[in-house]
T-cell receptor, first 114, second 113 residues
Framework: ETGVTQTPRHLVMGMTNKKSLKCEQH?????MYWYKQSAKKPLELMFV???????ENNSVPSRFSPECPNSSHLFLHLHTLQPEDSALYLC?????????????FGSGTQLSVL | GESVGLHLPTLSVQEGDNSIINCAYS??????FIWYKQESGKGPQFIID?????DKRQGQRVTVLLNKTVKHLSLQIAATQPGDSAVYFC????????????FGKGTRLSVIA
């Protein structure tokens, strides 16, 4: 276990649904991240939070809405997604935000949009 | 920005043989490098890291080699086992401020029993 827990592990949703992904880290880290992992593509950074404040939004469509109520919890709210949004969504944390920080990943949520 | 490339998307190795996975990076100022392992159904897991003031670092059955002259990084796995089957990613710092690591596309290692 890495100390980063994601739920649900699998999610199937229609394009008109609203759902949320949850991430919790038990490592006492200050920075949390959402990544998207699609087949045959590098990991894509979506959002970065540092001390609960969003510091990076990597040109992510507004149908993805992150929320970080505290340094231990991170959510990704999903609405009116498209089939091309189907992917593995990974949450990660690091002690602090920075270039040389080691990232600790959760197991991800495998999302299928029908 | 920084870019990371892997030489081979897939690698098949006989059980017991050594595996070598390669990675190239673009920024000569990069000073920290990490290898991650991602097994099926799991997120990437840290394996080993190395700083630019070293050219070799060893862990348990794994060795990372860094060649800063040609901006090349490799991961060597000794006596490869079936449990080593996974996708391996190298990661390097981004060029910009507080943005975290940049990942390569990954090499899928298959171990043949």
């Amino acid at each position: 276990e890495t100390g980063v827990t994601q739920t649900p592990r699998h999610l199937v949703m229609g394009m008109t649904n609203k759902k949320s992904l949850k991430c919790e880290q038990h490592l006492g880290h200050n920075a949390m991240y959402w990544y998207k992992q699609s087949a045959k593509k590098p990991l894509e950074l979506m959002f970065v939070y540092n001390f609960k404040e969003q510091t990076e939004n990597n040109s992510v469509p507004s149908r993805f809405s992150p929320e970080c109520p505290n340094s231990s919890h991170l959510f990704l709210h999903l609405h009116t997604l498209q089939p091309e949004d189907s992917a593995l969504y990974l949450c990660a944390s690091s002690q602090d935000q920075g270039q040389n920080e080691k990232l600790f990943f959760g197991s991800g949520t495998q999302l299928s949009v029908l | 920005g920084e870019s990371v490339g892997l030489h081979l998307p897939t690698l098949s190795v006989q059980e017991g043989d050594n595996s070598i996975i390669n990675c190239a990076y673009s920024n000569s100022a990069s000073d920290y490098f990490i290898w991650y392992k991602q097994e099926s159904g799991k997120g990437p897991q840290f394996i080993i890291d190395i700083r630019s003031n070293m050219d070799k670092r060893q862990g348990q059955r794994v060795t990372v080699l860094l060649n800063k002259t040609v901006k090349h990084l490799s991961l060597q796995i000794a006596a490869t086992q079936p449990g080593d089957s996974a996708v391996y990613f190298c990661a390097v710092p981004s060029n910009s401020g507080n943005t975290p690591l940049v990942f390569g596309k990954g090499t899928r290692l298959s171990v043949i029993a």
